[in-house]
């Protein structure tokens, strides 16, 4: 049976890359000196299953390099070694290097790699500093799945007498000596001798237990060894003896192979005839007219499949790991669904349709547009992962980069459980990765630098996700020395950003450093520099529809927020027409909306008006003027003002009319197009025609409202001036 | 949509040039200011009639708008326009040629807008004269070459560029 | 058909145990550890169990005497799963009352050959 090892690979590689999550976090929780056996145990567990995964499905140089990982970790388990800080620090590393050799099978490349090779020496050389008896005997087992190589111990045919006597408890291990003496007889011939002297009267004999014993003659090439292998499972529950009783050469006589070779085997001479020819070239020393031949034996064609070493087909979809409930909750609204359906139908299917159906009708459509929106929400809770996903990287990483710095470093991990959707997911993971860099390249002070200002020594980053309306928030806060306004400015001023007689507040400043062709450090570290900028990570968030923020207390530290959407595929939004056309407005920046109280509204020169809400003053953006849509209404008192909020600011966009408010499929404008100012997507509305969801900072941008910039418009202050 | 298919020239020589294994490539052609313009007949994927769409803000004139085409949100592009000839307006004879091609590497599908659809003709690419010998200067770049069939010119375009707008 | 009860925490050699298994024509079961074997286990009846040993919540050896305890497994040959190098794994294992061990690493055919030792 020939079984394609490769539809297994992604299951292992999946698992694989878990294990290794599992083995980083938990290597991480360990203290060198006092070690918790749970611990060990779970990232052997871990090293172990990837070594047995990996020799089994042929990724050899995965096997070779987490056996010695494993045995390490063994020795340490089994408190034969004390664990070292070198040793979690390799360990670490192997993490590492197995990833990349896993990344390497995906992408049918040859796992081997000089890191994997440094370390295994690395490994070897703590392992050789102390010998251990293990690691001889362990050398064996690579080669353990390489048996059936030497059942034909030689040219020479003995007769052994073996004796077997097994304990009562046989039967109780599952053993059955049936069994074994058919595993005997395929290694030769053989004569089985019954012993009944133990068996007792029938009134005592338990049927659960064994009495017999055996002698058996075994005339075969075997080895003695070949012969233990049989027994190999019963021999501590059984007295096993074997001897050699005779032994009868092997003469080569070559040419003629008919011709007979002992008078023990006259009677198989007929058979082996047949056989011999069959493989003629193995001639010389292997001619034996015998029948012992086993059919392992290696014959002319090697029938052994290989492991297959390169997967025969990559596929580039991605799973996701789901969980039951999740599924469950899903088959339950299926269930509902068809119980709507086969209610709908009954409708339908009836002779005649009078009004006293109707209301039956409308909580038909009801319950189908309940269903509809219960299911809607749990396939996409399906794509809803815990964000401690991207969290559980920034131990290691935090752990890495303190090391280097000679910083000390506390992470803090808080709203670990709080979900998102996996794409959202994937893509904000360098982001912050970078946030988190920067926060401990440039927020963090030295020790020194901190004991010199009244702090602890130790600094603290601190991760926090939560949900806020249909935003995650994910803040990252360290208890730094906090943005230097100062230096900022000058930087700003040096590289042209803005003048330097503009007066900024602090925040202005500080979302300075999110400017392209922004960079605070005086010399690019190794850490933070690697080319990308503050205006990198804001343009990805940016590109997520989220955006980022800083805040910051000199001194205190500072914290960057960033929001973003929980999913890319829907949209809450609300729906409001501009003449003949029809706009999304997403829900989440709203704020209100309401009829103009022409009073209250300013014109503050350049064409701008102003409404004056309580004590804000909101710019008031005309969309049919900002779409070029001539045939809306024109005069303020005529429509509506949906007040909306992005980046801090408000403004008010004159609308004409509110349609509904609806979740919405977001469908992609660039994937056919390109990106349009002022428009974040489209959808398709009920009615099948297509419907552009209105991006609320692209908007503000295109306007030129943004504030902090030079040539933006600052409300805050000239507004109050002006009214 | 009618496509006349005896019009196929397939084993007729088409100009001189004509060698006997020359590679004939299936071309679409239609109709705009009785000019006919051909376009790889591979790239097309649907003919449709037009059909109100919903516009695009602050694009130029020759993007009319978007259409939901079975989901996807598609753009379509008036030819007329996007050349600078004439606006006429949209008839029942007036078409949307859906078409797939890869722009920067992006496989896109957009939508065209046509007087009419012609013919669909094999033609001889590397027969086609590749510049074009009167008049169209502006529109150049979007011309592949231009070749005779039944002693019509027939301009062969570069959608590509038409549509990497 | 002959029932076998697979029993590893890694769903990569499960299923490569279980998918050549049931090509080889056994009905097979499987479990992704130690308590969720024995849980099933209590309530049915197999011809075979493969288990592996390294394994959270119960491991191979806790499931062997386990199963030992159950009158249904008193005889059932249960062959262990074992990359350990060592001989105290497999002696463990045999105290527990495993009929057998399969060392990994292994291919489809080392399996059904195992498999053969014990039913025929």
């Not at chain 1, 000196?33 to 052997?44: A, M, R």
């Not at chain 1, 994937?426 to 002070?445: A, Q, W």
């Not at chain 1, 005309?622 to 809306?632: I, P, S, T, V």
């Amino acid at each position: 049976m020939s079984i394609d090892l490769s539809q297994f690979y992604e299951v292992f590689i999946d698992e694989s890359f878990e294990g290794l999550e599992a083995m980083e976090s938990e290597l991480l929780n360990l203290e060198p000196g006092d070690v918790d056996s749970e611990i060990i145990n779970t990232i052997f567990r871990a090293a172990h299953s990837i070594k047995g995964g990996s020799g089994t499905f042929g990724f050899m140089a995965i096997a070779d390099f987490t056996h010695v990982l494993e045995t390490l970790l063994d020795q340490i388990r089994n408190g034969e070694r004390e664990l070292e800080s070198l040793h979690v620090d390799l360990l670490l590393k192997s993490v590492d290097c197995l990833r990349s050799m896993l990344n390497a099978i995906q992408n049918d490349e040859p796992q081997e790699s000089e890191e994997a090779e440094e370390l295994r020496k690395q490994f070897q050389a703590i392992l050789d500093g102390k010998s251990h008896d293990e690691t001889a005997s362990d050398d064996g087992e690579s080669s353990a799945g390489a048996e059936a190589e030497n059942t034909n111990g030689g040219d020479v045919i003995t007769i052994w007498d073996i004796k077997f006597a097994p304990e009562p408890h046989l039967f109780r291990t599952g053993n059955e000596p049936l069994f074994l003496f058919e595993d005997l007889q395929a290694l030769g011939e053989i004569t089985v001798t019954a012993n009944f002297e133990k068996l007792p009267e029938l009134t005592d004999l338990s049927a659960e237990d064994s009495y017999l014993s055996w002698n058996i003659t075994l005339d075969s090439k075997a080895t003695a060894d070949n012969i233990k292998e049989v027994f190999e499972w019963v021999e501590d529950d059984a007295e096993i003896v074997i001897k050699k009783v005779a032994q009868i050469e092997d003469f080569d006589f070559g040419f003629d192979e008919t011709e007979q070779t002992s008078t023990e085997t006259a009677e198989d001479t007929t058979e082996s005839q047949t056989e011999a020819p069959a493989a003629p070239e193995t001639s010389a020393s292997n001619v034996q007219p015998i029948k012992t031949e086993k059919p392992k034996a290696p014959s002319p064609a090697p029938a052994k499949s290989k492991p297959a070493e390169k997967s025969t087909t990559k596929s580039d979809s991605t799973s996701i790991r789901v969980g039951t409930d999740k599924i469950d909750s899903l088959i339950n609204m299926v269930g509902e669904l068809v119980i709507t359906q086969a209610m709908l139908n009954e409708l339908g299917e009836a002779d005649e349709f009078d009004a006293s159906k109707l209301t039956a009708l409308r909580e038909g459509l009801a319950q189908l547009s309940h269903n509809t929106r219960d299911l809607q929400e749990s396939v996409m809770r399906i794509r809803m992962l815990p964000i401690s996903f991207v969290f559980s990287r920034f131990p290691r990483l935090v752990r890495d980069i303190s090391q280097k710095l000679d910083k000390q470093v506390e992470l803090k991990l808080l709203g670990e459980q709080t979900e998102l959707d996996k794409t959202v997911m994937e893509k904000i993971s360098d982001p912050m990765v970078h946030l988190v860099r920067n926060s401990l390249d440039h927020g963090l002070e030295s020790p020194d630098e901190r004991i010199a200002n009244g702090k602890g020594e130790t600094g603290t980053v601190t991760l926090n996700a939560y949900h806020q309306g249909g935003n995650i928030i994910i803040e990252i806060i360290d208890d730094g020395r906090g943005l230097n306004t100062a230096k900022i400015k000058q930087k700003a001023i040096e590289n042209g950003l803005i003048e330097a007689d503009e007066e900024l507040t602090d925040d202005e400043i500080n979302e300075l450093i999110f400017r392209p062709g922004f960079s605070t450090a005086d010399a690019v570290s190794d850490l933070s520099g690697r080319g990308v900028g503050m205006d990198v990570v804001k343009r990805n968030i940016n590109a997520l529809n989220g955006t980022v923020e800083v805040s910051s207390v000199p001194g205190q530290g500072s914290t960057f927020t960033i929001r973003l959407p929980l999913t890319l595929a829907i949209l809450d939004g609300q729906l409001v027409t501009v003449g003949q056309n029809v706009y999304i407005v997403p829900l989440v920046s709203i704020v209100e909306s309401l009829q103009i109280d022409i009073s209250k509204v300013n014109s503050v020169g350049g064409g701008l008006d102003v409404l004056r809400l309580r004590d804000e003053y909101i710019p008031i953006m005309r969309l049919y003027e900002m779409f070029g849509h001539e045939d809306a209404g024109k005069k303020l008192e005529d429509g509506l003002l949906v007040v909306v909020e992005s980046d801090n600011e408000k403004v008010g966009l004159l609308v004409d009319d509110l349609l509904a408010q609806q979740q919405f499929v977001i469908k992609s404008l660039e994937a056919n197009y390109k990106k349009v100012d002022g428009i974040s997507g489209a959808t398709i509305l009920g009615d099948g025609s297509v419907s552009l969801i209105v991006d609320i900072s692209g908007l503000i941008k295109l306007a030129g409202l943004k504030k902090a910039g030079r040539q933006g418009l600052d409300f805050s202050k000239p507004v109050s001036e002006a009214v | 949509m009618a496509m006349d298919q005896n019009a196929t020239l397939a084993d007729e020589p088409l100009n001189d040039l004509t060698g006997e294994q020359a590679e004939l490539v299936q071309y679409l052609t239609f109709m705009m200011a009785d000019e006919e313009y051909g376009i790889e007949i591979l790239s097309v994927q649907e003919i449709r009639g037009w059909e109100p769409m919903t516009v695009i803000p602050n694009q130029p004139d020759y993007v009319k708008g978007v259409i939901n085409l079975r989901g996807t949100v598609v753009p379509v592009i008036d030819l007329r326009l996007r050349f600078g000839l004439e606006k006429i307006d949209y008839s029942d004879l007036t078409v949307v040629v859906i078409v797939k091609v890869l722009i920067n590497d992006n496989e896109k599908i957009m939508g065209i807008v046509v007087d009419a659809v012609s013919d669909v003709y094999n033609l001889d690419k590397d027969a086609a004269s590749k510049a074009p010998e009167v008049g169209e200067v502006e529109n150049k770049p979007f011309i592949d070459g231009l070749i005779n069939v039944d002693e019509k010119m027939v301009v062969l375009l570069d959608l590509e560029k038409i549509l990497d707008i | 058909m002959k029932k076998i009860l697979a029993v590893d925490d890694s769903a990569s050699m499960r299923q490569m145990v279980s998918f050549t298994l049931k090509k080889a024509g056994f009905d097979v079961t499987e479990a992704k550890d130690g308590q969720e074997a024995l849980d099933i286990a209590k309530s049915s009846q197999f011809d075979v169990v493969i288990s592996d040993v390294n394994m959270p919540v119960m491991d191979g050896i806790t499931l062997v005497k386990n199963l030992r305890g159950l009158p249904q497994f008193k005889f059932t040959p249960i062959l262990m799963l074992t990359t350990e190098s060592g001989t105290d794994k497999k002696t463990e294992g045999k105290a527990a009352g495993a009929t057998g061990w399969i060392v990994k690493p292994f291919n489809p055919e080392q399996l059904l050959a195992v498999i053969k030792k014990v039913i025929r």
